[in-house]
């Protein structure tokens, strides 16, 4: 469940409390022209470390383009060990607004390769001493960082997008994939995609995580939904589509029932993770997370159960 912008210990106690597994929160650093507020996920996180005890922490998503691999791998390592081996590390490439790349110096048509050398970096400064790269964009000499993280061998690393390249990136150099905006269909074509990957680059695979980062909006219609998803989604992406046909299409959208079919299909083509991220007025946020707390996740797992279960 995604962390709001504000009172940032005390949704981290009553998402804990709540029973959720994943405490999300996402980042940018200047977000359009005229910015609407935005932060950085890393420092959130820690706030909401020191607030929770047993709730995973999930930068959904971190901006990997944006750090150099030695300060990221340090930070995180700080706050996966503050909080007792408790941080999922989810990494996107960003590119939804080009001003805040050029803000920080960096040119929006390298972050894919930023991104994929960061990873590689970041994985070795976790798992090795003195360590050397030679890359385009970052380069390291006997490099050693101490402490090592709380888990081991390393926070896992979910790799959130939508693209190939994405998912190339995911089988390569993730530990889970983390899309948003995605159909069930579209979702079971990217685990074919990034199992065939992994597999003939020899990447083991059996504590790869399923995820999906899933827009919800929980009202007593699917049009009153799909209205007031479209609203809020529509002004914050940009798309060559009518945004009510996006929402419809990729979202959960109406009662709790509608929900949880919809969440079935998304289960049976290969999620195991939902990451939600309720899509409503700032009024109607309370109710969508008890709601999606106390019926929508007791029924989806119950309907997982029964379909599972010996006839």
């Known amino acids: 469940m995604p962390l709001g912008e504000a009172e940032t210990a005390w949704q981290a106690q009553w998402l804990e409390d709540l029973g959720f597994d994943y405490l999300a929160v996402g980042e940018h650093f200047m977000r359009g022209t005229l910015p609407s507020p935005s932060y950085a996920a890393l420092p959130l996180l820690g706030v909401a470390a020191g607030a929770s005890d047993h709730i995973r922490l999930l930068s959904s998503v971190l901006l990997a383009p944006f750090y150099h691999p030695t300060v990221l791998a340090k930070l995180a ?3 996966d060990v503050a909080s007792a081996g408790r ?6 490439v960003g590119g939804e607004f080009p001003m805040e790349f050029e803000a ?5 048509k390298q972050r894919g390769r930023r991104t994929d050398e960061c990873l590689e970096v970041l994985r070795k400064l976790w798992t090795e001493e003195h360590v050397t790269y ?4 970052f380069q390291l000499h006997d490099v050693t960082l101490s402490p090592p993280t709380a888990q ?3 926070p896992p ?3 959130a997008g939508r693209r190939e390249a994405a998912m190339t990136r995911a089988a390569l150099l993730g530990d889970g994939w983390l899309p948003y905006f995605y159909s069930p269909e579209r979702y079971r074509d990217s685990v074919e995609k990034i199992t065939v ?3 003939q680059q020899g990447h083991e695979l059996s504590d790869f995580q399923w995820a999906l980062f899933s827009y919800i909006s929980i009202y007593e219609t699917v049009g009153e ?10 002004s914050q992406y940009l798309s060559s589509r009518a945004f009510i046909e996006v929402v419809q299409s990729y979202c959960l959208l109406g009662p709790v029932e509608r929900c949880v079919d919809r969440m079935v299909e998304y289960y049976q083509a290969g999620v195991r993770e939902f990451i939600f991220s309720v899509t409503c007025p700032l009024e109607d946020r309370t109710r969508h997370v008890d709601t999606i707390s106390k019926e929508l996740i007791p029924a989806f797992r119950e309907r997982v159960k029964s379909q599972e279960r010996p006839h």
Not at 104 to 108: E, P, R, W
Not at 225 to 234: N, P, R, S, V
């Open 77 to 79: 390592a700080t706050l």
């Open 87 to 92: 941080l999922t590390l989810g990494v996107g």
């Open 104 to 108: 920080a110096g960096l040119n929006v």
């Open 134 to 137: 030679d890359g385009r964009h």
């Open 152 to 154: 081991a061998p390393h």
């Open 157 to 159: 690393i979910w790799v």
């Open 197 to 199: 990957t992994a597999t």
């Open 225 to 234: 939904a799909t209205a007031i998803a479209a609203d809020i989604l529509g």
